[in-house]
């Protein structure tokens, strides 16, 4: 079965740290996203990355920064966390004309 | 600006009922559709996609594409209580990034 897995299901950490998403998927696809999900605002997109070393910024960008060192791996760094990212990360995966594949989400609280 | 607008709902059905979720969308460049289910707390899953004009089906599950009118429509047929969950659409262009809608809650009461 494909998988998209993230590093963590639930993650609390303190304003100001440096903290680091991973994101691996196992389906050779070329395409990788980073979304965040909150109550009323549905699906933003923050960064993604159609080939390896290759990053776009999304929608909200400000605040992460990402790396795709490898194909199969996508991380979002969040260079100094705030409150204000409180929220739900989900990393997807696909191919070009495809649908998403998403990892199980990372719910992230910033105290 | 690209817009997928699809009503929140919550769209309540009774147990064995058809559902119907819309969906608009207003690139008329649009060319690849797709149907997500997320249950509260969980990631989102494709469960359909659609490229043509018509209708599409699989198992309880029909996809409707109206290129023209630019809505996509999702039919849930005999709706199972299993089936109540948030269902997002998401609309590609000529990029590979898709547009989501905010999803429409269904709930599938016994």
């Known amino acids: ?111 | 600006q690209k817009e997928v607008e699809q009503n929140s709902g919550p769209l309540s059905v009774p147990e064995g009922a058809i559902a119907s979720l819309n969906c608009t969308y207003s690139d008329r460049g649009s060319q690849s559709f797709f149907w997500y289910r997320q249950y509260s707390g969980k990631s989102p899953e494709l469960i359909m996609f659609i490229y043509s004009n018509g209708d599409k089906e699989d198992g309880r599950f029909t996809a409707q594409l109206n290129k023209a009118s630019q809505y996509v429509s999702l039919l849930i047929r005999d709706s199972q209580p299993s089936d109540s969950a948030t269902y997002l659409c998401a609309v590609k262009g000529g990029s590979y990034i898709p547009t989501f809608g905010r999803g429409t809650s269904l709930i599938v009461h016994p």
């Open chain 1, 1 to 111: 079965d494909v998988k998209v897995t993230q590093s963590s299901r639930y993650l609390v950490k303190r304003t100001g740290e440096k903290v680091f998403l991973e994101c691996v998927q196992d389906m050779d696809h070329e395409n990788m996203f980073w979304y965040r999900q909150d109550p009323g605002l549905g699906l933003r997109l923050i960064y993604f990355s159609y080939d390896v070393k290759m990053k776009e910024k999304g929608d909200i960008p400000e605040g992460y920064s990402v790396s795709r060192e490898k194909k199969e791996r996508f991380s979002l760094i969040l260079e100094s966390a705030s409150t204000n990212q409180t929220s739900m990360y989900l990393c997807a995966s696909s191919l070009s004309l495809s649908g998403y594949t998403f990892g199980s989400g990372t719910r992230l609280t910033v105290v």
